[in-house]
């Protein structure tokens, strides 16, 4: 059986690393729109959580290269915040290692990337990089991808792990669902601990992740290098309301009298009180946008797509995807959405990665649970494999869609907080931050972080979790 994973991204890898354990028999094949990034000298993304539920699913495939994200990244448990008049308002827990086993990481995109490509000496090569998609449709009981150069391949089963501007996505939805901006702007970047004031550096160092919450947008950052680090590094970034994106060439240095303006007259508890205009806030933002390294900054306008009623082509296709060229209310279910191309979330979740690298796992038991064992020949004309590959894409929906969609519902509340607001709805906004700081962390954690991939499958088999 031949399955192709289009995206290389997070979500891409994880997927192959899982059917490689799991499906071990099945020929995969891998391809990517852009270069290798381990060609190029350019750090891609900012900071990420990985959360608890992330890592316990990543040990379950790949429990090496989960020990080298942990050795490069910073463990934390809670998150401070803030107001903008240098208060801290509460601490909340955020996943601690006494409860969930894995403490929560903050790490960089690139790296969590860089660990999952290197895993495995030959696996850059295995990448066919970049090979941009063009066109997916399906045929009879077989997918068949397009690419830009004109190359067409065939498989059993196609996997979309292409992000949130997924080309997959158009051969089930055509244009539908596409990316819509949220109103939110997004900036950030990393700073050296070395590059601040003296004061700042031995007043931050042991810092937890921190968010200050003010009427006119957020501003976080946190350590994004181990404990025991000797050149400490912070994460840092702001989100705004911003009516309309800004180009992505915008130059760093004219959005320093922007983010000035938001946040340079804010306070924290790290600003010197013998030096009080050089806040904290306003050294990061003049060591971001006027120091040398380019890389350390990004802006990234948030889009997101609507909640997707399916994710996969069980439910039928779109133009784009059917053969005819006519929508189709048959698919076989061998097109399938994994990770952002499904379900592209905002940051405040802080669980992108987590959720690609569950959505990789669940797939990858069920697909081994329903096909046959022999996987070494393709079956597209096997009428019984097709129904076993539709038993598997629903079950993954039923699975899946619902605690991902509750996810997002409550990571774009969270987002809604950061607009622009009045002075009462700040100080609300305020109380209930505090209030939340009392809820046990069974409460307000466990169904995400406890979540356990390999438990959740099982019960839904209806086996035993050792059986899968
Ligand atoms: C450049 C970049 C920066 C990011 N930065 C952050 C960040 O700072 N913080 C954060 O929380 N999350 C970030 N994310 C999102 C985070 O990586 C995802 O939420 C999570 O890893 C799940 O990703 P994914 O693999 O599903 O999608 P992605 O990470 O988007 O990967 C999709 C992959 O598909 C490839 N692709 C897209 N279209 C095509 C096509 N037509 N043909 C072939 N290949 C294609 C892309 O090149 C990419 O490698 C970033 C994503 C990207 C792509």
Known sequence: MKIIIIGAGVGGLATYHAFRKYLPQARLEIYDGHPSPLKSNELIGGGISLGPNGQRTLASFLPSAL????????????IAFANADGKVITNIPFGSKERYKYGQLMTTRAMVHEVLLREDAEMDGRVHWCMKVSRVWEKDNTVCVRFEDGTVEE???????????????????????KPFYDGLTGFGG???????SRFTQDAIKNAIPSITMGRVGAFGYSPITPHNSTSKVLFWFSHSEIEKPLPRDTPRADMMPLLLKRHGSWKSIY?????????????????ACTGKEHNNWFMLP??????????????????EGS???????KGTGRIILLGDAAHAMPPEGAQGVSCAFEDALTLALLLKHYLPQDLTTSHPQDALVGEDIAKACKSYEDIRMPRVNKIISEAREKADRKREISWVQDKIREIVIWVFSWLPESYMNDEIFAYDVEDSVAKYLGVSKDSL
């Not at 498989?155 to 997959?168: N, P």
């Not at 700073?191 to 601040?196: A, M």
């Not at 600003?271 to 060591?287: G, H, M, R, S």
């Not at 909640?307 to 439910?315: E, G, I, Q, R």
Request: hydrophobic share 30%.
């Open 67 to 78: 020990s080298t994200i942990r050795e490069r990244a910073f463990e934390y448990s809670g």
């Open 155 to 177: 498989c059993d089963v196609l996997i979309g792990a292409d992000g949130a501007r997924s080309q997959t996505r158009n051969a089930i939805f055509g244009e539908e669902y």
């Open 190 to 196: 990393f700073v050296p601990l070395t590059s601040l």
């Open 271 to 287: 600003d010197d009180p013998k030096d009080p205009e050089n806040t904290l806030f306003k050294q990061i933002i003049t060591v």
């Open 302 to 319: 948030r889009f997101y797509t609507p909640l997707l009623p399916h994710w996969t082509s069980l439910h039928g296709l779109s133009k």
């Open 323 to 329: 053969e005819t060229r006519m929508p189709s209310s």
